[in-house]
């Protein structure tokens, strides 16, 4: 599975970003998708993860301003990004989970959010 996003960049505080995640090879093995991120002198942590039923789940930092979304071809990913805080200013990693047996992650891209 390879995993190729797109998106990032910078922004102002309370600006919207979108992000994109391109998915091929064998997703058809691919029962989870979603978005990682890692800020600077921190951990990587799930940032909003789609399972395969349409079950969203947010990490509580971004609950109500990002919004995870698939097309009906689950082969194209988005995070849209409102309200950005400096603190959502990171690299931001596409992420496939197969039943938790394979993962695959893109290369990630990075978002700034600074005045």
């Known amino acids: 599975v390879r995993l190729v996003e797109s998106g990032g960049g910078s922004v102002q505080p309370g600006g919207s970003l979108r992000l994109s995640c391109v998915a091929s090879?064998?997703?058809?093995?691919?029962?989870?998708m979603g978005w990682y991120r890692r800020a600077p002198g921190k951990q990587r942590e799930m940032v909003a993860v789609i399972q395969d039923g349409g079950t969203t789940h947010y990490a509580a930092s971004v609950e109500g301003r990002f919004t995870i979304s698939r097309d009906d071809t689950r082969t194209t990913y988005q995070l849209e990004m409102n309200n950005l805080k400096p603190e959502d200013t990171a690299v931001y990693y596409c992420?496939?989970?197969?039943?938790?047996?394979?993962?695959?992650w893109g290369e990630g891209t990075l978002v700034t959010v600074s005045t």
């Open positions: 992420h496939a989970e197969a039943y938790g047996i394979e993962h695959y």
């Open positions: 090879g064998s997703i058809f093995s691919v029962n989870t």
